[in-house]
C-alpha cells in the first residue's frame, strides 16, 4: 500500500509552477507533509485526489493508476480540503447520508450502520440532526473526517485540518486522526511544525513545489544532534548575527532580548550554548538551503 | 465611501465577461428583431410591407420596450448580485465592520447595478436604431431617424421601471441572500401584472388598469388605444394625466421600497431566515464518546458500484436536490403564487360577449397550462443553473468530486430532480384546474385527460427544455449567464421563422402542437406531436451525452482543459451512444424532411408569396374571360373517419349563360390526385401542376344557352407514418367544396394585396374588388364566380358508426359492406357552396311550423342546446315576419371540433357550429354577459336570409348585406328578447371592438358601405349602424325598407344587388332632417367626440327637478388611413375653445340628434336599478351646449348619448353622476 508520486508537474495558467518535478514514496502510517503558506501543498494534495490533472508525471496507489484510473483510486480515497463548505439546511445525519450514497453504499442499514459510527467517532453524534452550516470551526473540521471515513479508505489525505481551531479541538481532532491513521496511509498537510512532531511517523518538506526533505521526525532530529547552538542576544543585534551566523529562527523573551537558534557543525562561537535539535530546526534548515543564493 | 464602494463595484462588472456576453445577446436580438420588423429579410421570408411606419415613436416604444423586458431576467442576476456577492464571498463578515455608513453602501450597490443594467438598454437602444436602418431594411417602412422617442422610451418607461424592478429585486435579495428568490420575484411579479391588465381589461376599468401597471404600458394605452395607423405613424407619444401620474406613483412604490431595505438593513452576518418546514422527531441519545480517544473500527458495510446500485443512487441523491429546491421559499413562493393566479386566470375562461365557458376539462388545461408555460420553463432553467453548479456554490464540491461516483450518476441525479420538479408544478396545475371545477360545481372530472395531458404530453415537452437546461448550463460556468442564454434560446427559437427559418426540424423543441376537442380527442395531431418529439427527445439525449462530456468534476477548468478532458472522456462507448440516438435522431428528421421537402413540396412563405405573384402575372389575363357556369352539382363523397381517406366524385352541369361562344375552359383545381372529363371533346392545352390550373380546348364552342358536363374523381393522396395528407377527422370531418372540387375561371383571392409588396415584384397597385357602382363588376356573388344558383345532389358514407350530413334532405339512408351511406336532395336552388360533416352525432329534433328543427351534438355537450332551439326559432320568426319566408324545410346545426375553428357558417338549410362557441357557453343571468350561443344560432339563421336568399355582388362592401344585416337581425332578435337594456352590453363590446380592432389595419379602412370585407367593419361596426339606424328612424320603417329590398333582389341573377342599392332603400324612407346619419354611417367613416362637462340640478318647489346639463358634441372623419378631418370641405369646420383650453375643439359642422338621458333610481326586488326618467334626441349645431330640464323624479346620472348608440372613441365620458 505505497503512494508512488513520479515526476510530477503542474503549472498554472498564471505561469505559477505549483508543483515542480515532484517525487514522492509514502507508505502506511501518517505522513506529515510540511511547508509554508504557497508551497505547493494544496496543489500536491489536490492533484493526488483527482480534482485537478497534472501536466506530466504520474501517480500510483497500491497497484492503481491514479491519473488513469481515477474512479477505482476514488473507492480508496478519503479527502478532506483545506476548506469545504456544505449544503445549507442539511443535517450532519442527513449529509452523511448524502456523502454514504455517493461513496457507494447501497444499503440503508449498512449507511445507517456506518454514519452511526462515524458520528460516534467524531463525536459529533449528539448533534446529527443540527445543521452543519451551524457547526463551529471545530465541529465542521470533525464533520469532514466524518464523511472522509465512509468509504474505509486506504488513503486519507487532509490539507491543513488543525487551521484556526483551539487547542482543546485541535487536540481531539489530531486524536482521530491518529486512530485513524493506524491501518492506512494519511497525507496530512500542514505548516505548524507541532502537527508533524506529534502525529507523523514519515514526513517531508515542501517548498516552491519541490520535495526540500523526505525524513522522519525522529531521524531528522537526529541527523542534526550537536549542530544547533542557542544564544540570547539583544534585538539591535539580530542583523549582525544573521549576517554572520545560519540563525534559523529567533524568539523574544520576555525582556526584550531574543533568542536566536543558529545551525553550525561546531559551535560557533564560545558564547553559544549547544541545544537539543527540535523538527522546527529541521523544517528551517530545508527551507534555507532552498533559498537562492544571493551575491 | 460611496464613490469607493459605487466605482470599485462599476470596475468589477466592466471586467467581467458575463456583462459583456448580455450586451452581446441584447445587441444581436435587438438587430435581429428591429431590421426583421423593417423588412430585412424580405429576400427570403414574406414581405413585411403594409402602411405602417415601423420607427414611429410608437414603434420605438413597442420595440424598445419590448427587448427591455429581457432586461428584468437581467436584474436579479445584476443588481442583487452587486450586494450577494459580498455575502457569498464572505466579505459581508470584513465588509460591515468597516465604517460607512449603511446609505453610502446601499446606495452604492444599488446605483451601480442600476448603471449597469441602464448601459445594457442603451445597448439595445443602440441595436434598435442600427436594426432599423441596416442596409436591406425597406426604407418604405422606416421612417426619419427620431432621437427624441428613443428618449422619451428611455425616460419615461424604461428607466423608472429598471429603478422599481431593481428596487423590488434589491430588497429581496439583501434580505434573503438568495439570487433565486430574486428570479422567482421577476417571474411573480410578470405573472401578477399580466393578470391584473387582463382582469381588468374591461372598459370601465382601464383607467384603473392604467394607474396600476407597473410597467406604464397600459397607462399608454389609455391614451392610444384606438390610434389608427396614420396616428400611430405620425403622433408622438403622448406625456399627460394618467402616465404622469402612474409614474410617479410606481417611482414613489420604488422609493418606498428602498426606503425600507434602508430601513430594516443592517450590517449583520446573517440572514432573515423564514422557517417552513420543521420535523423533530423524538428519539433517545446515549452519548458513548466521552473521552478524547475512541478506537476506529469502522463497521463492515457493502459498497456497491453496480450499475443498478448508481441507478438508485441517482434515485436518491435526486431526492436530495428535489428537496432542496421544493423545500426552499422561492419554490414554495412560486408554486402558492401560480396556483393562485391559475385560479383566477381559471375563472375568466373563454369570455365571449362578456359570457365564460363551462370549466370542461380541456378548457381548464388550457388555461391553467398557458399560465404556468413560461413559470416552469423559468424555473427549469434556474434551478438546473443551481443544480448544476450547487457543489460550487456551496464549496461542497471538493467532497462531492472525490467520491467514487461516476460522473452520470452526478448529472442524472440532477435531471431527475429537475423533472420532479417540472412534474410537481405539472401537478399544481392539476390541482388548479380541479380545485377550480369543484369551486364552480362542474363534477366532470376528467382525471384521466389531465393526467394524459399533463404528465405525458406536455411533460415531454418541458423535460427536452430542461436536457437543453442541463447542457448549458453545464457549459456555461454561470447560472445566471446560463439562464439568460436559455431564456433567449427559448423566446427566440419560434421566431427564427421570421428570418425564413420554417421548419420545425431546425428549432429545437418546436414542432405542431397536439390540439383536443371533446370530439375528435386530440385526433391526428397527437400523432405528430409525439413524432416530433420523440425526434427532440432524441436530440435531447444527444445534448446529454455531451453533457456527461463536459461535466466539470473537480477544479474548475478552462475552456481548453475542458475540451481536452471532452476528448479524453469520449470513448468508443459514448462514441457508440451518440451514434445510435444520431441514427434515430437523423432517421426521424430526415424522414420528416423527406415527407415534407421532397415526397411533398413544401412551400416556403416566401415560395408563396412568389406563387401568389406568379398566380396573378400568368392567369390574371383570364379574369373575367367567358366561362360556362355551373347550374346543378351531383356529387359522392365517402368519407373513411378510421383511416382518415376520403375519395369523392361528381357530376357538374355547366351551362353557357353568357351570350358569346366560349372555346376554352380555365380549370381551377387542388393539388389532390384527380381526374377530369369533359362530355364533350376537349384538349389539354395547358397544365400547370404546382399552381394546378389546367386549360382546356374545346373542340367545338361551346355556344350561348349550351350545356356542358364535367365529371371528375377526387382523393387524397395516401396518409403515412409521419404525414396526414386528408382534411378527414377521426370524429368531426367538416369539410366544404372549396376545399376539395375545381372551380372555373380565375380566382383573385389569393392576390397579394399589399402596394408595396405588389410595387416589389412589378405588380400594380390594386383596389381589391371593383367600386359598387361599377355595372360591368355584378356579374358574380362574393361567394362564387362560376356559378349562380345550383340544383344540389349529394350522396355522403362513412363508417358505420357515424352520421354524415350534406345540405338538402335525406333521402335515403342505407348501410352496405359495414358503411353507412347517406343521399340528400336539395328541392330549391342554391348557392355553390356546401360543406359535409360526419362524427358520431346524437340529435336534438323539435319543430317550428312545417320546418323541422334538428341539432347534431357530441354527446356530454347537451348545455345549451334549448339555448340553440329557441334561437333558431327566434330567428325565423323575426326573420320571416320581418323580410320574407324560409326557403327550406329543415334547419340542421351540426357540431365540430374545436380544432376546425371557433366559428359557425351557415350553409343552404345546415349550419356547422363549432364545440367551442355555444356548446360549452355558461350564460348565467347575472352576469354582464349576452347569450351568445342564443345570439349566435339567431345570427346564422339569419345567414339563410342575408347571404342564402339576397347575395351580394362581387364588389366593394357585399358583406354589409350579409354579415351586417345577421348581425342586426341577431341584435334585434336579442332586444325583444331580453330587452333594450341588455343591449348595452352587447353595444360596448361591439363598440369597443370596432375601434380596438380598427388600430391593428395595415392598408385601409373604408366606410361600411365600401368596406373590404374586414370583420371589424362588417360584423362590429355593421352591427352599431344598423342598431342606431334603427333607432333613428324606427325600426319598423327600417325593416319595411328592407323587406322591400329583400322582396326585390332574393334569388336573383347576374347583375347582383350592391350596397348601395341597399342603401338607397334605405334613404327613401329616411327623413331629411336625418340624411346626414346615411352619410356618417354608411358612405364615410365618422366619430363623435360627445362628453359631458357640467351638470346640476335643484329640486323645484313643485317637487319637481331642474336638471342643467352642459356637454360638448363633436364628430370627425378619418381617411381610409385613419387621418382626421373636421370638415366636409375647406374652411366650414366649426371650432370651440375655452380660455381654459390649450387647444380647441374642432368639429365637422352639425345638425345632428343626440341623445339626452337623464336616470333615476329604482327598486325592483330589493335590487336598485337604473330607470329612465328622461330620454329624448336633441338637435345639436354646436360643440357646446347648455340645456336645462325638468323631470318628476330625483336625477341620479345624466348623459349625452347615454346607451352608446353613436361611434365615440371616448364613450367613458357620455355619462355623469350627479
Known amino acids: ?295 | 465611501m460611496f464613490s469607493t464602494i459605487f466605482t470599485h463595484e462599476l470596475k468589477y462588472w466592466f471586467k467581467k465577461p458575463a456583462f459583456y456576453i448580455y450586451a452581446a445577446i441584447l445587441f444581436i436580438i435587438s438587430i435581429f428583431f428591429s431590421a426583421a420588423s423593417a423588412g430585412i429579410f424580405d429576400s427570403i421570408t414574406v414581405s413585411v410591407g403594409g402602411n405602417k411606419i415601423v420607427n414611429s415613436p410608437m414603434g420605438i416604444y413597442g420595440m424598445f420596450n419590448g427587448m427591455s423586458q429581457l432586461i428584468f431576467f437581467l436584474l436579479p442576476s445584476i443588481i442583487g448580485v452587486t450586494i450577494f456577492r459580498d455575502y457569498k464571498s464572505e466579505m459581508h463578515s470584513i465588509l460591515y465592520s468597516y465604517p460607512f455608513t449603511k446609505a453610502s453602501y446601499l446606495f452604492a450597490k444599488f446605483l451601480s447595478g442600476l448603471i449597469i443594467v441602464t448601459l445594457l438598454v442603451f445597448v439595445i437602444g443602440l441595436a434598435v436604431m442600427i436594426g432599423f436602418r441596416l442596409p436591406g431594411t425597406n426604407s418604405e417602412i422606416v421612417g426619419a431617424f427620431n432621437f427624441g422617442s428613443y428618449l422619451h422610451s428611455y425616460l419615461v418607461y424604461i428607466i423608472p421601471n429598471l429603478i422599481l424592478f431593481g428596487a423590488i429585486v434589491f430588497a429581496v435579495v439583501t434580505f434573503t441572500r438568495n439570487i433565486a428568490a430574486g428570479f422567482i420575484t421577476v417571474i411573480a411579479l410578470m405573472f401578477i401584472q399580466g393578470l391584473t391588465q387582463g382582469l381588468l381589461s374591461e372598459e370601465e376599468n382601464r383607467f384603473l388598469a392604467g394607474l396600476i401597471d407597473p410597467y406604464g404600458n397600459a397607462s399608454l394605452q389609455y391614451y392610444t388605444r384606438y390610434w389608427t395607423l396614420a396616428e400611430q405613424n405620425d403622433l408622438s407619444l403622448p406625456f399627460k394625466g394618467l402616465i404622469i401620474y402612474n409614474r410617479l406613483l410606481w417611482l414613489g412604490v420604488a422609493g418606498v421600497v428602498f426606503g425600507l431595505v434602508y430601513k430594516y438593513f443592517s450590517f449583520s452576518q446573517s440572514a432573515i431566515s423564514l422557517s417552513f418546514f420543521k420535523k423533530e422527531k423524538g428519539e433517545r441519545v446515549t452519548k458513548k464518546n466521552f473521552g478524547g480517544i475512541t478506537r476506529v473500527q469502522l463497521p463492515k458495510v457493502n459498497y456497491n458500484f453496480s450499475f443498478v446500485e448508481n441507478l438508485k443512487a441517482a434515485w436518491k441523491l435526486a431526492k436530495v436536490d428535489f428537496k432542496y429546491i421544493v423545500k426552499a421559499l422561492p419554490f414554495i413562493a412560486i408554486v402558492l403564487v401560480g396556483l393562485i393566479l391559475a385560479l383566477i386566470t381559471l375563472s375568466e375562461v373563454g369570455n365571449i360577449l362578456g359570457t365564460k365557458t363551462l370549466p370542461v376539462t380541456w378548457k381548464t388545461l388550457q388555461s391553467a397550462t398557458g399560465a404556468f408555460v413560461l413559470p416552469i420553463n423559468l424555473i427549469t432553467f434556474l434551478y438546473a443553473g443551481m443544480l448544476v453548479h450547487r457543489g460550487k456554490m456551496a464549496k461542497a464540491n471538493h467532497l462531492v468530486d472525490v467520491t467514487p461516483t461516476p460522473n452520470w450518476v452526478l448529472w442524472l441525479s440532477k435531471l431527475i430532480a429537475l423533472l420532479k420538479v417540472q412534474l410537481i408544478l405539472l401537478a399544481v396545475v392539476m390541482l388548479s384546474g380541479v380545485i377550480y371545477q369543484t369551486y364552480k360545481g362542474f363534477y366532470n372530472f376528467e382525471i384521466t385527460h389531465y393526467m394524459y395531458e399533463l404528465f405525458v404530453l406536455q411533460f415531454l415537452h418541458f423535460a427536452i427544455w430542461a436536457l437543453m437546461a442541463l447542457f448549458i448550463q453545464t457549459l456555461v460556468g454561470n447560472a445566471y449567464l446560463g439562464l439568460f442564454i436559455l431564456l433567449v434560446l427559448n423566446i427566440g427559437l419560434p421566431l427564427l421563422t421570421l428570418a425564413g427559418v420554417e421548419q420545425s426540424i431546425f428549432k429545437y423543441n418546436q414542432g405542431p402542437s397536439f390540439r383536443y376537442s371533446d370530439m375528435n380527442g386530440y385526433g391526428s395531431s397527437l400523432r405528430s406531436y409525439l413524432i416530433y418529439k420523440t425526434y427532440w427527445l432524441l436530440g435531447g439525449l444527444i445534448l446529454l451525452v455531451f453533457t456527461s462530456l463536459f461535466w466539470v468534476r473537480g477544479i474548475p477548468h478552462s475552456f481548453k482543459e475542458r475540451l481536452s478532458i471532452f476528448k479524453e472522456r469520449f470513448n468508443v462507448k459514448t462514441g457508440g451512444v451518440i451514434a445510435v440516438l444520431l441514427i434515430g435522431f437523423l432517421g426521424i428528421g430526415g424522414n420528416l424532411y423527406y415527407e415534407n421537402n421532397i415526397k411533398n413540396k413544401r412551400t416556403s412563405r416566401k415560395e408563396r408569396e412568389e406563387q401568389r405573384v406568379q398566380w396573378e402575372k400568368d392567369y390574371k389575363k383570364y379574369e373575367g374571360k367567358a366561362q360556362p357556369r355551373i347550374v346543378a352539382v351531383n356529387v359522392d363523397v365517402n368519407i373513411f373517419p378510421k383511416k382518415l381517406d376520403f375519395n369523392a366524385s361528381g357530376t357538374y352541369k355547366m351551362i353557357n349563360k353568357t351570350n358569346e361562344a366560349i372555346d376554352s375552359l380555365f380549370l381551377d383545381h387542388n393539388s389532390y390526385p384527380s381526374t377530369f372529363e369533359f362530355n364533350k371533346p376537349v384538349t389539354l392545352v395547358h397544365e400547370d401542376t404546382i399552381q394546378n390550373f389546367d386549360i382546356y380546348q374545346l373542340e367545338k364552342s361551346l355556344q350561348p344557352g349550351d350545356s356542358l358536363e364535367l365529371n371528375f374523381t377526387v382523393k387524397n393522396k395516401e396518409n403515412t407514418f409521419f404525414r396526414k395528407n386528408s382534411p378527414v377527422r377521426y370524429n368531426g370531418t367538416f369539410i366544404n367544396n372549396f376545399q376539395l372540387f375545381p372551380r372555373f375561371g380565375y380566382q383573385d383571392g389569393s392576390e397579394l394585396t399589399d402596394n408595396k409588396t405588389r410595387k416589389k415584384y412589378g405588380l400594380p397597385k390594386n383596389d381589391l374588388k371593383p367600386h359598387p357602382s361599377d355595372s360591368t363588376a355584378l356579374g358574380n356573388t362574393y361567394i362564387s364566380k362560376d356559378a349562380d344558383w345550383i340544383d344540389f345532389e349529394a350522396t355522403v358514407s362513412t363508417s358505420e358508426d357515424q352520421i354524415a350530413i350534406a345540405p338538402g334532405y335525406l333521402q335515403k339512408e342505407w348501410i352496405k359492406d359495414g358503411r353507412r351511406y347517406f343521399h340528400y336532395k336539395m328541392d330549391s336552388k342554391i348557392l355553390n357552396f356546401y360543406a359535409f360533416n360526419s362524427a358520431k352525432y346524437q340529435v336534438k329534433k323539435d319543430k317550428w311550423n312545417d320546418v323541422n328543427l334538428e341539432i347534431y351534438y357530441q354527446k356530454g355537450h347537451e348545455y345549451n342546446l334549448d339555448r340553440m332551439m329557441k334561437g333558431i326559432k327566434a330567428s325565423l320568426d323575426y326573420n320571416s315576419k320581418n323580410f320574407s319566408p324560409y326557403q327550406h324545410k329543415q334547419v340542421r346545426i351540426i357540431e365540430f371540433p374545436k380544432t376546425g375553428g371557433s366559428f359557425a357558417q351557415s350553409f343552404p338549410n345546415t349550419i356547422p357550429y363549432s364545440e367551442s362557441v355555444g356548446f360549452i357557453a355558461e350564460v348565467n343571468k347575472e352576469d354582464t354577459g349576452v347569450d351568445y350561443p342564443f345570439a349566435i344560432t339567431v345570427h346564422e339563421l339569419a345567414h339563410q336570409w342575408f347571404a342564402h336568399q339576397v347575395i351580394g355582388a362581387d364588389v366593394l362592401g357585399a358583406t354589409m348585406m350579409s354579415e351586417s344585416m345577421s348581425e342586426y337581425v341577431s341584435l334585434k332578435v336579442l332586444e325583444h328578447a331580453e330587452g333594450k337594456s341588455e343591449m348595452r352590453k352587447f353595444l360596448k363590446k361591439a363598440l369597443d371592438g370596432y375601434l380596438t380592432q380598427r388600430t391593428f389595419e395595415r392598408k385601409r379602412e373604408k366606410p361600411l358601405m365600401y368596406n373590404d370585407g374586414q370583420g371589424y367593419i362588417h360584423y362590429q361596426k355593421g352591427s352599431l349602424v344598423f342598431y342606431a339606424l334603427s333607432d333613428y328612424i324606427g325600426e319598423e320603417k327600417l325593416n319595411n325598407a328592407l323587406k322591400e329590398y329583400v322582396e326585390k333582389v332574393k334569388f336573383q341573377n347576374a347583375p347582383y344587388t350592391t350596397s348601395i342599392e341597399m342603401v338607397d332603400k334605405i334613404r327613401e324612407v329616411t327623413p331629411d332632417s336625418l340624411q346626414y346619419v346615411i352619410k356618417d354611417m354608411f358612405e364615410t367613416i365618422t366619430l363623435y367626440r360627445n362628453r359631458i362637462t357640467k351638470v346640476d340640478s335643484k329640486k323645484l318647489d313643485n317637487g319637481k327637478y331642474q336638471v342643467d346639463i352642459e356637454f360638448d358634441v363633436s364628430k370627425y372623419r378619418n381617411d381610409d388611413k385613419g387621418k382626421r378631418f373636421y370638415g366636409e370641405k375647406v374652411g366650414d369646420t366649426i371650432s370651440y375653445k375655452t380660455e381654459k383650453m390649450k387647444k380647441p375643439i374642432l368639429s365637422v359642422p352639425l345638425a345632428d340628434y343626440i341623445d339626452i338621458g337623464i336616470f333615476g333610481e329604482t327598486e325592483v326586488d330589493g335590487k336598485k336599478k337604473e330607470k329612465e326618467l328622461y330620454l329624448k334626441k336633441h338637435k345639436i349645431t354646436q360643440i357646446h351646449n347648455k340645456i336645462s330640464i325638468i323631470v318628476d323624479e330625483k336625477p341620479i346620472e345624466v348623459g349625452v348619448d347615454p346607451y352608446n348608440k353613436l361611434i365615440d372613441t371616448q364613450s367613458d365620458d357620455n355619462r355623469r353622476k350627479l
Not at chain 1, 8 to 16: D, I, M, W
Not at chain 1, 194 to 211: P, T
Request: include cysteine; charged fraction near 25%.
Open chain 1, 1 to 295: 500500500m505505497r503512494l508512488v508520486i513520479e515526476n510530477l508537474t503542474k503549472t498554472y495558467k498564471n505561469g505559477v509552477k505549483a508543483i515542480d518535478n515532484l517525487n514522492l514514496e509514502i507508505g502506511t502510517g501518517m505522513f506529515g507533509l510540511l511547508g509554508p503558506n504557497g508551497a505547493g501543498k494544496s496543489s500536491l494534495m489536490r492533484t493526488i485526489a483527482t480534482l485537478q490533472s497534472p501536466d506530466g508525471g504520474s501517480i500510483t496507489f497500491d497497484g492503481i493508476n491514479v491519473l488513469k484510473n481515477p474512479m477505482e483510486f476514488r473507492k480508496t480515497l478519503g479527502y478532506l480540503p483545506q476548506s469545504f463548505g456544505v449544503y445549507p439546511k442539511m443535517s450532519a445525519e442527513d449529509l452523511l447520508d448524502y456523502f454514504a450514497t455517493l461513496k457507494g453504499i447501497s444499503s440503508k442499514a449498512d449507511r445507517q450502520k456506518i454514519i452511526k459510527e462515524v458520528l460516534e467517532i467524531t463525536n459529533l453524534y449528539e448533534v446529527r440532526k443540527k445543521y452543519v452550516a451551524g457547526y463551529s470551526g471545530g465541529m465542521k473540521q470533525r464533520f469532514g473526517i466524518a464523511q472522509l471515513l465512509l468509504n474505509n479508505p486506504k488513503l486519507i489525505i487532509v490539507d491543513e485540518p488543525t487551521a484556526g481551531l483551539d487547542p482543546a479541538e485541535r487536540r481531539r481532532f489530531l486524536n482521530v486522526l491518529r486512530e485513524v491513521g493506524t491501518n492506512s496511509t494519511v497525507i496530512f498537510s500542514t505548516h505548524i511544525v507541532e502537527d508533524v512532531k506529534e502525529l507523523c511517523n514519515e514526513m517531508a518538506i515542501l517548498n516552491g513545489g519541490r520535495i526540500l526533505k523526505h525524513t522522519t521526525p525522529l531521524e531528522s532530529t537526529k541527523e542534526i544532534e550537536g549542530q544547533i547552538w542557542t544564544k540570547s542576544i539583544d534585538r539591535d543585534d539580530l542583523e549582525k548575527h544573521e549576517a554572520e551566523y545560519n540563525v534559523l529562527s529567533s524568539n523574544y523573551n520576555e525582556d526584550n532580548s531574543l533568542n536566536i537558534r543558529v545551525f553550525s557543525e561546531t559551535q560557533p562561537s564560545e558564547d553559544f550554548i549547544a541545544t537539543k535539535p527540535q523538527l522546527d530546526d529541521v523544517y528551517f534548515i530545508a527551507l534555507k538551503q532552498d533559498e537562492p543564493v544571493t551575491a
